[in-house]
T-cell receptor, first 116, second 112 residues
Framework: GAGVSQSPSNKVTEKGKDVELRCDPI?????LYWYRQRLGQGLEFLIY????????KSGLPSDRFSAERTGESVSTLTIQRTQQEDSAVYLC??????????????FGSGTRLTVV | GDSVTQMEGPVTLSEEAFLTINCTYT??????LFWYVQYPGEGLQLLLK?????DKGSNKGFEATYRKETTSFHLEKGSVQVSDSAVYFC???????????FGQGTTLQVKP
């Protein structure tokens, strides 16, 4: 597609429920990243995928968070048993390849998650 | 580990004023440096970048020079407009990992 597409754009969920966020990267982009942005704060790295390599999960805040990616296409970020501190905007980005930080990323518009 | 530090905001300026947003970094190796902008209600957009020391990135009247000796990448614009009101993020790119490490963001408010 023309850009990075994320869905849903907004999600309100009850504490304790599971949620699934979707990211559709730019076609041809082999690297995909998830970041979290809490209100008024910077971007917090969560996880990235590069092709068929094992993902770098070093940023995931707890075992309630997990992510999958099918080949070099869609990725889903799952948060189990949501807590109020999970409320944030979850941003997805893609780039041509890992190590291509020289090129920067293209970000999606994000999913705003509110846990009530 | 690698890190980025930005000046705290909000920065409030009158239209046509000169803008500087400070950014310094700590990194091993030779990272690339970026400024991203987030307009109200929108996603992050790449504003400009520099990939090696002494490079100057520029876009939409904004400039930033990669200063290795001072480990800085300050954002400047000679004459801001109301439409420049946004949150600006400085970021460091690791060539090895591909990760971007972001500063906390600086909110710019430009008043007419």
């Amino acid at each position: 597609g023309a850009g990075v597409s994320q869905s849903p754009s907004n999600k309100v969920t009850e504490k304790g429920k599971d949620v699934e966020l979707r990211c559709d990267p730019i076609s041809g982009h082999t690297a995909l990243y998830w970041y979290r942005q809490r209100l008024g704060q910077g971007l917090e790295f969560l996880i990235y995928f590069q092709g068929n390599s094992a993902p770098d999960k070093s940023g995931l805040p707890s075992d309630r968070f997990s992510a999958e990616r099918t080949g070099e296409s869609v990725s889903t970020l799952t948060i189990q048993r949501t807590q109020q501190e999970d409320s944030a905007v979850y941003l997805c980005a893609s780039s041509y390849r890992t190590g291509s930080a020289n090129y920067g990323y293209t970000f999606g518009s994000g999913t705003r998650l509110t846990v009530v | 580990g690698d890190s980025v530090t930005q000046m705290e905001g909000p920065v409030t300026l009158s239209e046509e004023a000169f803008l500087t947003i400070n950014c310094t970094y700590t990194a091993t190796g030779y990272p690339s440096l970026f400024w991203y902008v987030q307009y109200p209600g929108e996603g992050l957009q790449l504003l400009l970048k520099a990939t090696k020391a002494d490079d100057k990135g520029s876009n939409k009247g904004f400039e930033a020079t990669y200063r290795k000796e001072t480990t800085s990448f300050h954002l400047e614009k000679g004459s801001v407009q109301v439409s420049d009101s946004a949150v600006y993020f400085c970021a460091l790119g690791s060539g090895n990992t591909g990760k971007l490490i972001f500063g906390q963001g600086t909110t710019l408010q430009v008043k007419p």
